[in-house]
């Protein structure tokens, strides 16, 4: 079984050979402009676990397929993720300057060019993989399905519309439990679960696969935001990278402003044993994942 940081080494290594994010100079016909390579690369480059990506090659592997047909699909995912937080941290969204314990994209770059870094991330991600699904005619229809999968996890039912829904609570001032689930399951959870079924998608899974895969996703994911929240009272700079305390002070909805320190702290716990319970039906072959909802616990203590 491989680790976390295998995984993630792969992962790096590929994105560093992907000609479409690969700083080629001056622009021209066929050249990525020089300003552009450079954002999209001072993100991408950034650091992190490849938690996601590294989680759908996990999959694949779980499920008996090849990380090596699946690795463009994984670094798809990272893109995407790339993205999103560009376009979070913006003054028109989040509004931070830290990322990852670096300054932000537009602090760098400024706003116009995060934001056509993020929106360059995001269409590579799909270049990334219509490319590699054209070099396996015969996995065609899984590669598509696959791709309908992240799509949709990224898309306006998904991370977009948690992210919308996040704006319009801290706009308006208003939201419970409910929204706040909602607005999680969105801007968080979508992006586990989705890549995990693009997983199962290449692989041919069972419904049953299919099933469990997104039972654990779901689990996870709203286990990460939690962890989080939580982090963000409790935690530190040097642990999170990211400015600490600004969800309060924007009135933002999170575990915290809903359920307190406490309620937080219980939530996760809940929300671990779901994880671990999805997890049933794979046996010690799921280790892995099991293993990570430990690790996410284990930040908070």
């Known amino acids: 079984m491989r680790t976390l940081q295998e995984y993630a080494r792969i992962v790096n290594d590929r994105l560093a050979q992907i000609p479409e994010i690969t700083p080629e100079g001056s622009a021209g016909i066929g050249k ?40 463009d699909f994984a670094c798809a995912v990272e893109m995407i993720h790339t ?3 560009i376009h979070d941290d913006l003054p028109g969204m989040d509004d931070d300057t830290l ?8 602090v760098v770059f ?15 991600a799909f270049e990334t993989m219509l ?13 598509l399905l696959a791709m309908r999968e992240i799509a949709t996890g990224s898309g306006v039912t998904g991370m977009i519309a948690g992210q919308v829904l996040d704006l319009w609570c801290e706009r308006e001032k208003t939201g419970g439990e409910a929204e ?28 049953a696969q299919m099933e469990a895969l997104t039972a654990y996703g779901r689990a996870f994911g709203l286990l990460f ?21 600004k969800d309060a002070r924007s009135g933002k909805l999170t575990c915290i402003s809903a359920y ?10 809940r929300l671990h044993a779901e994880a671990v319970r999805a997890l049933d039906s794979f046996g010690p072959d799921a280790d892995f994942f099991r293993a990570l909802a430990d690790d996410m616990v284990g930040r908070t203590k």
Not at 99 to 106: E, F, V
Not at 200 to 205: F, K, N, S, T, V
Not at 260 to 269: I, K, S
């Open 260 to 269: 307190g320190v406490d309620g937080t702290r219980a939530l996760v716990e």
């Open 83 to 85: 993205y999103s937080l």
């Open 99 to 106: 990322r990852r314990g670096r300054p932000t994209n537009h």
């Open 131 to 143: 490319a590699q699904a054209s070099c396996r005619l015969d996995r065609a229809a899984d590669s």
């Open 225 to 245: 935001q939690a962890t989080d929240d939580l982090l963000d009272v409790v935690g530190t700079v040097e642990d999170m990278g990211k400015t600490l305390g």
């Open 32 to 71: 990525l402009p020089g300003l552009l390579s450079a954002s999209m690369r001072y993100s991408l480059s950034a650091g992190g676990k490849r938690l996601r990506p590294c989680m759908l090659l996990a999959a694949v592997e779980l499920l008996g397929g090849s990380v090596e047909d699946a690795l």
């Open 180 to 207: 706040l689930e909602c607005i999680q399951y969105g801007k968080t959870a979508c992006m586990f679960i989705y890549p995990l079924r693009a997983a199962g998608r290449l692989c041919r899974a069972t419904e």
């Open 110 to 124: 400024g706003e116009g060019q995060a934001i056509l870094a993020g929106d360059g991330l995001l269409n590579c």
